[in-house]
């Protein structure tokens, strides 16, 4: 059904894909469908829904010592690991969810609910409200970005890898102060060139 | 206008007043009030459809030297001390927002704007694609997170002030390594007291 759906979508583009449709191509019924699927959007984000718990749960279970960003971080790698096995086609997931508006709207609000469930996590540990609501979408956003870098390139790294990386990339670049520029002169000329 | 509305949705809740009750507060007419807003959601977002496009203008303003995080930072302080001297009782504001789901939701979309907004201006200045998804969401964090703090204590600091300590508390946090516990020890003891 999963595979049947994804092509559907990615042939006509999801907003004008039927259930119908769907259920057609895997030679499957539309009673078979409802027994895994609430709708075909669910088809896209079954599972999502326990990413929130998942991943407070883990911040939860965090080493004590750990100062606060660490603790995130442990906490989204180890949440990567999980999700990574479970999503299937990711690339083509991407697509799908890039090409509709309403599928993009559900993603931000999967995403808020991730930065709600983080926030209220850290705080569970002790951490600050202020800081807890200021470090939880930067934890979000390293998630989301490591997400759409395995999804364009399934293979070159694990999730896991990848949300390590995205978070050293982050540090490095906060840690660039005023003044400092970190591009090599030769990307900076090639930047002028464009008309900057 | 303003004033009697604040007032309304303060006493009434968002959701329960109606713009016939605003004009009557305000002893005008609805043809008035609709000479100023939209409808009444209009009434707390008015402006804020300028803030991505004030943002975007303000990165591709910051002197190109600047590498990515702090040219985006100068953006964030420049629109913040613009944006402070427009937005009236922004605690009561800030109130009546996070009472209603509808307005949340409503916030969200504008944070998820300029959020687009920036990674867009910083692909513009020549930031890579993916470090520009990355930075965005992380100064939207920054940006909102000020903008609570700002409305939690009017008058503690200027916006803009506020944005350089939130951010440089970001970097703060994100610095400490894995196994460095930042906490003062006498508050890690008070955590524990507390179950952790």
């Known amino acids: ?26 030679g499957l019924t539309r009673r078979t469908f409802s027994r895994y699927f609430a709708d075909k959007r669910d088809v896209l984000f079954a599972g999502s829904e326990q990413l929130p718990g998942a991943l407070a749960g883990a911040v939860g279970r965090a080493d004590p010592a750990l100062a606060p960003f660490p603790a995130m971080l442990s906490a989204l790698t180890e949440t990567g690991d999980l999700l990574a096995g479970r999503v299937q086609h990711p690339a083509e997931r991407r697509a799908i969810v890039q090409a509709s508006p309403e599928l993009q709207e559900r993603g931000r609000t999967k995403f808020a609910e991730i930065t709600g469930a983080l926030a209220a996590a850290l705080q569970q540990r002790g951490t600050g409200e202020a800081t807890a609501a200021l470090l939880a979408p930067v934890g979000t956003a390293i998630f989301r970005a490591a997400l759409d870098r395995w999804a364009q390139q399934p293979g070159r790294a694990s999730l896991a890898d990848l949300i390590r990386e995205t978070a050293a990339e982050l540090v490095a670049n906060v840690q660039a102060g005023p003044g400092q520029d970190q591009q090599p002169r030769g990307l900076h000329v090639a930047d002028e060139r464009r008309g900057w």
């Open 1 to 26: 059904l999963r595979e049947a759906a994804l092509e559907l979508f990615l042939e006509h583009g999801f907003d004008h894909v039927t259930v119908a449709q769907i259920t057609e191509r895997a």
